[in-house]
């Protein structure tokens, strides 16, 4: 498997909205003990073992508009197919900290995707993971380009430990099992409330019921 993040390289942009690809590879790569980051395919590349399949994980660093440049390389030189390469991304029409796993399809206004579509074709697996919407078309590329906000911190370390956590399950094709794993992390049921007493027998009189005792006393001539 070709796992791909995208984001921008450099100090300047590691901690952007845009970058959330960068950090989930790198919460995989030290999970599951990948060997060091090295400069390979135009971008940095680790290797690791995870369910029993070789992952190759690369961080293109030709900027985000040139990701496909980097991917491309790494694909020809591996053989593999668009449907053998996972990329992870920010994706703005998720409400943050929401998640998404698709096959294919459009690139939604999103310049990495697009310049994976025009090296490799759509068809390859996309993790989305959602970082809101600023509310307005002219504010995109400001808001992405913006490090994550210090409310952010509520769900953001959360989302890449439970990412990381449940990675095997995408390895295994399972990418059900995958959303539904991480959703509940994010998302968990409220706790149940605790079981009721069961309500006290009553005689009719408004006293309570006796108890066997009470009745082998009255019956004894002992408790009247």
């Known amino acids: 498997m070709l796992l791909v993040g995208l984001g921008n390289p450099g100090r300047r942009y590691a901690k952007n909205r845009h970058n959330i690809g960068f950090m989930a590879l790198d919460e995989i790569a ?18 690791g073992q995870v369910g029993g399949m070789r992952v190759l994980a690369l961080k293109p660093t030709t900027g985000m508009n040139g990701s496909g440049q980097s991917v491309g390389e790494a694909g020809r030189f591996f053989k593999l197919k668009a449907g053998d390469v996972l990329v992870v991304h920010d994706e703005m029409d998720l409400k943050p900290g929401k998640i998404r796993v698709k096959q294919g399809g459009g690139a939604g206004g999103h310049n990495g995707l697009r310049s994976l579509d025009s090296h490799i074709g759509p068809n390859y697996r996309r993790l989305r993971l959602g970082v809101g919407h600023p509310g307005h078309k002219d504010q995109v590329t400001g808001y992405v380009l913006r490090d994550f906000a210090k409310a952010d911190a509520e769900w953001l370390p959360k989302l890449l430990d439970a990412v990381a956590e449940e990675f095997p399950r995408l390895v295994q094709g399972d990418d059900g099992g995958f959303m539904s794993r991480v959703s509940h992390v994010m998302n968990p049921p409220p706790p149940k409330p605790p079981a009721k007493e069961s309500p006290r027998a009553n005689t009719g009189d408004g006293s309570p019921a006796k108890t066997d005792g009470a009745r082998a006393e009255d019956s004894a001539g002992n408790g009247l």
């Not at 030290?30 to 290797?47: N, S, T, V």
């Open 30 to 47: 030290r999970r599951y003990g990948f060997a060091p980051w090295r400069r390979r395919f135009q971008g940095e590349i680790a290797e």
